[in-house]
């Protein structure tokens, strides 16, 4: 039990390693900070430099502790960069949050104790699912064999060439790597830390979604999350954001479905305030970076969704520079399909030995 | 959506994407329906009502901009009967296509539409709040699918895996002389037990696994010449007899020294009976043994220098 109570209070390491991440990355002086917004524009650069670091040792050949050593590094070097660029900014960032949460205790209470109840019974169940023998089986393997998707995560044997579905989305890759920092186990890690932080986000996301909605008016926000949590439990079919969030919310398309999607559509808002914001438009482009390393069917989802929410508002703004900016945050995208168009046309392979 | 085909429903297809996708449940419809409320009524309020206060604020985005836009365009892209067709000629989409639905904020929509109607066109009373509140959140329950409508199950074991699980794993290790045994178990724990040691090794995948439990397998393809996985897939994972040296040159063949199957399911005497034997016991599981004639020599390669080359261009093209 205190491994499970240990893994639940990792959740809190993604946050501060997200935050941070996030503050290298935006923090300023003449700017304040957000706290939703710093995490969230975090998740996606954390992402999007650990695949950066991933990718040269995959192609190396090179075994999971290196990568570990690296990430360990890298990871330490952008928390110090956060911290030195944006600890003032920090400070007043948490003063704000505070006084926020001060002025609208009991609708902070309420969403508290929503998300509380979210999660533990989703975590606390027990759910049978297919696709975890891949998701949790490949950062098993990895640990066990010290190596990054070179054996079959169903059966260990060793695979000839990289499976080009899942060679960009190293998410769970980045599990591993810190199942080997951590020395924890993956189901634990997988099924509780990623769990709960993949649940939070999407809370996360509902809630930045419904401060813009109502402008702040946190009694309309509170109700807002509540409708939506009690919607994810009843809108279950195999299919549907909902059932990847309660039953499958270790893998990547959970955060795809509930975070990164969402995501996109509350830039879509804020964008529609301003949509010559040019911090939004940079957003964008770091979720559209950052998406395809949680999932593969990003590379497609990513660009779709952009093109359904900035066409509108291109008509409704009528600004021209929206479509070279929007085009410009399809590419990662669209590149990421054509390479998987090319390996499953046979024109491109990745090996996991030199030829 | 494994049984739908885009070439086969043509264009139709979506329809049935669609109904697939929120079988059971009124959710779409709930959208459809907040969409309509939030773009008509609030945009010009109710029946000369003054416009809810959301609507009001100078720097806030009007509803309607929005839900309405971006679902008209899913409306003429995604939900377009043409264009899972169009598509589907030049990618294959038929088993993903359905995550095109996950673009449409559904649940943003359906709760934005719930907090305005309680917050802003139920008054200013608490109770005609709560009521209105509680008349929502029955639409939501009534109109949807329960996940645990089949019951709630707690997690047996902080792994999120059955108890049994961590014990198969260390009766195997005790028994077996390698470090990388390989093992054939029934449906459940073949699609589990990796996920909690990944040293042992599997005889078969998920996906034959998968073929097996919707009918590809037979008493008849496993009979075939060297088609061994049949074998063991028929035997474990079917509870199919089929003569004792055809299981032997299967588990000889893919190198599966351990069996394990529920002790329930009257496959352990059979198994016995083909040579193999009793090894271990859990509470519901039987661990057997096969001795293999020519042992797997399982070792993971050494990559320790491979590292110092350098990969060339041609190494990534086919």
Known sequence: MTEASGAV?????????????GAALTASKKRNMSLTGTVFAGLF????????????????WRPLHVLTCIWGAVAGIICLIGILR??????????????????????????????????GVVVYSYQFTLDASYYVGSVTTALQTDTINMYDPFTGDWLDHYEMRYFFSTFTMNDAVLCSLLHIHPLLWCKITISCTAMILTVMVLYMTGNKIFSGDMKKISVFILFAVIADFFMITIYTTSAFLMT???????????????????????????VKDLRLWRLLFLVALGAPVLSSSANMLIPAMIGVTIVPLFILRRDLSVIPKSLVCMLPGLILTAVYIAYVKNIIVFYTYPR | MQSLNIADAGFGYIIKCIGLYYEGNVYFILYLISIAFLSVFGESGIKGKPLPAAMKEPSAVRLREIFLPQFVFMALTVYNPLFPVALNTFFDVNKEYYRFLWMAPIIICIAAA??????????????????SALLIICILVSGGTFLYKDGYIPSPTIYHMPTEIPEVSRLIHEDADEEYPRAMFEYDYNMMIRQYDASILLACDREAYMEAMGGGVTYESAMEEG???????????????????YLRSALENTHTEYVVVTTASGNVDYLKGAGLTVVGETANHTILHYEPKEREDFELPDYSEVWRLTPQVYDFLL
Not at chain 1, 9 to 21: Q, R
Not at chain 1, 46 to 60: E, I, K, Q, S
Not at chain 2, 229 to 240: D, F, K, M, P, S
């Open chain 1, 45 to 60: 650069f954390y992402y999007l430099m650990f695949t950066l670091c991933c990718m040269p040792v995959m192609f190396r």
């Open chain 2, 227 to 245: 088609n061994y996985i049949h074998r063991l897939l028929a035997v474990v994972g079917l509870g199919i007899r089929i003569p004792g040296d």
């Open chain 2, 114 to 131: 719930g907090s305005i109607i309680v917050f802003e066109y139920a008054g200013s009373s608490r109770i005609r709040r709560a009521a």
């Open chain 1, 86 to 119: 944006g600890y003032k900014a920090m400070g007043k960032c948490f003063l704000n949050a505070f006084s926020h949460f001060r002025k609208n205790v009991s609708a902070f209470i309420f969403i508290a104790i929503i998300t509380a109840v979210f999660i």
């Open chain 1, 248 to 274: 499958r919310n270790y893998e990547g398309k959970c955060l795809l479905g509930n975070v990164v999607l969402p995501g996109i559509f509350y830039i879509y808002i804020c964008l529609l305030e301003n």
């Open chain 1, 9 to 21: 209070l990792l959740t809190a390491l993604n946050f501060i390693l997200y935050f941070l991440f």
